[in-house]
């Protein structure tokens, strides 16, 4: 049983990672396409607000 557990984790290690890894990018990707329109968002209130003094 101990042998047959050991080999399972074993073969879980690097999909893990992987799955890891891919969490990872998605997480920096979302970042990432947040942070664009978020500076968008920024700069356009930015605009506003000089233009209204």
Do not use: I, K
């Not at 101990?2 to 992987?18: H, L, Q």
């Not at 506003?48 to 003094?53: G, I, L």
């Amino acid at each position: 049983m101990t042998v047959e557990r050991d080999a399972a984790r074993t073969d879980a290690g690097p999909e893990s990672a992987r799955s890891d890894q891919r969490v990872a990018d998605l997480r920096l990707t979302e970042q990432q396409h947040l942070t664009r329109p978020r500076s968008e968002l920024a700069e356009t209130r930015q605009n506003a607000r000089e233009q209204h003094t």
